[in-house]
């Protein structure tokens, strides 16, 4: 059928204004499908990388959003000597909205010696030392500065609180890149709180081997009579549970890509079906200087599937561009998802368009494929 291609495009050109618009049209929903799997993406990358790092997360008992928790800091020094913890860190977490928002702003105080240890990233513009020497500096990842145009040495505010921004950093996580990291101290001292002393949560990083449900409720068991009680789960379990309303959205959010997928498929359908009653006479010449039934079949299938992907490369590609530069990030309790652009979501969605193109072309390709040549020829 290679051989017909050209004229396959003749015909597509010929009602070239019901080309464009069955093939702008695929374009929006498959542009969309995209969008709604690239949340999925982030959050299935967040939990692979949480579950696998080995980390927990000590929090107040009982409380539900980063400012409402206060547990005294001196828990990891305790914490600290149990067997199979390998390093206890101080975290102060400060967050513009525990909802869920898709312009979250999330401050990390921790020791700033303990930062590079802790997190797996590099600097790609500003320096360590400036940082660490001011105590107002902080490092913010790519994807803050992307969506806020921030640069080295401007200084970033947010209600009352102000920083320096002494580097950029990125991240093997694009999650990650949606923080703000700052000295422990500057965030536990800002203007209205006097938090020195008690800190928001502890990360808990384990020794190899360390079994973390285990040493969950060793910790809990330690603090439940003491003065501030304790909720330490595994990092990834902990994420989730702060990100629970905001994953029922992102799984109702499905049925929006899948509806997306049922919009191209009607389009497609309606321009197939549009086409082989325009021409229902030019199907019968095709039939009468010798094109089997089988071909003609097979001719309107490949009209339906060139449309379709043609739609479908065309979103996924804007999606991906977007995605890539916008930098875009949903979240809520201080965890933030990155809209996380990826191969297997690009082959995804032109998958998806071959196939919705294939289901839309049967019916009418079947049609074109059974007219029977007199009463065809005889059509006005």
């Not at 890509?257 to 086409?275: D, H, K, P, Q, R």
């Not at 490949?302 to 916008?326: D, H, K, P, R």
């Not at 019916?363 to 074109?368: E, F, L, T, W, Y």
């Amino acid at each position: 059928m290679m051989k017909f291609i050209p004229y396959v495009l003749k015909t597509l050109w010929r009602h070239r204004s019901r080309t464009v618009l069955t093939v702008t049209g695929s374009a929006v929903a498959i542009f969309v499908f995209c969008f709604v799997g690239a949340v999925q993406e982030g959050m299935n990358d967040l939990q692979t990388r949480q579950e696998s790092e080995g980390t927990l997360i000590s929090f107040q008992k009982n409380k539900f959003c980063p400012a409402t928790s206060h547990l005294p800091q001196d828990y990891n020094v305790q914490i600290g000597k149990l067997q199979g913890v390998k390093d206890v860190v101080p975290v102060q977490v400060f967050t513009n909205n525990c909802r869920a928002s898709l312009d979250i702003v999330v401050f990390y105080g921790m020791p700033p010696e303990k930062i590079r240890t802790a997190r797996d990233f590099e600097l790609t513009a500003g320096s360590w030392s400036e940082f660490e020497q001011h105590q107002n500096a902080a490092v913010i990842g790519q994807a803050v500065a992307n969506r806020r145009g921030l640069g080295v040495g401007e200084t970033f505010s947010i209600g009352d609180l102000s920083v320096d921004i002494a580097g950029i950093y990125q991240s093997s996580d694009p999650a990650e890149e949606n923080y703000i990291y700052s000295h422990l101290e500057f965030l536990q001292r800002r203007k209205g709180m006097n938090g020195v002393g008690t800190v928001t949560q502890l990360e808990i990083f384990l020794e190899e081997g360390t079994d973390p449900v285990a040493k969950c409720s060793e910790i809990d068991d330690i603090y439940r009579v003491g003065p501030v009680e304790t909720d330490t789960r595994p990092k990834g379990v902990f994420q989730a549970k702060s990100l629970g309303d905001l994953v029922q959205l992102i799984n109702m959010a499905h049925y929006l890509g899948y509806a997306c997928v049922g919009l191209v498929l009607s389009l497609v359908a309606t321009t197939s079906v549009m086409s082989v009653q325009d021409r229902i006479r030019e199907h019968a010449v095709l039939q009468t200087i010798g094109f089997s039934g089988s071909q003609v079949f097979r001719l309107v299938m490949t009209e339906s599937i060139l449309l379709s992907i043609c739609g479908g490369m065309i979103g996924v590609g804007a999606a991906m561009f977007v995605l890539q530069i916008s930098s875009l990030s949903v979240g809520a309790e201080a965890v933030a998802i990155a809209f996380t652009p990826s191969t297997r979501l690009a082959i995804t969605g032109t998958i998806v368009a071959a196939i919705a193109g294939t289901l839309a072309g049967i019916a009418p390709a079947v049609h074109a494929a059974r007219t029977e040549i007199v009463p065809a020829l005889r059509h006005a």
